[in-house]
């Protein structure tokens, strides 16, 4: 996998609901595990949602678990976050990621991702 894109961020009310795309070029998508970054201004980068490889298993931030899934179409190259009960704390920079290994499992550590995207905005209002 040599590049992603994200899309599908935008501006939401509080409750509502925003699914981000994160669409890969190169071979072997499917090979790889996958993951969601937030970073808010004036904050770390924060770990949100992990797929790994092919069906993969997930894993999911205390922030967002419960609100939030992550899912991949391998035929479509493509890996999806599913965001609902949107909160203005969930207000940030979204960026997919790839790992570095492929056949591994998921991954909550930035350093582990090989691959970023440029980031999708998601903006939550009160």
């Known amino acids: 996998v040599q590049l992603v894109i994200e899309s599908g961020g935008g501006l939401v009310q509080a409750g509502g609901s925003l699914t981000l795309s994160c669409a890969g070029s190169g071979r072997s998508f499917s090979h790889y595990a996958a993951g969601w970054f937030r970073q808010a201004p004036g904050k770390e980068r924060e770990f949100v949602a992990t797929?790994?490889?092919?069906?993969?298993?997930?894993y999911y931030g205390a922030n967002v678990k419960g609100r939030f899934s992550i899912s991949r179409d391998n035929d479509e190259d493509t890996v999806y976050l599913h965001m609902n009960g949107l909160k203005p704390e969930d207000t940030a920079v979204y960026y997919c990621?790839?790992?570095?290994?492929?056949?591994?499992?998921?991954?909550?550590?930035?350093?582990?991702?090989?691959?970023w995207g440029q980031g999708t905005q998601v903006t939550v209002s009160s």
């Open positions: 990621a790839i790992r570095v290994t492929p056949y591994s499992s998921g991954s909550t550590y930035s350093e582990d991702y090989a691959v």
């Open positions: 797929i790994g490889w092919g069906a993969g298993t997930t």
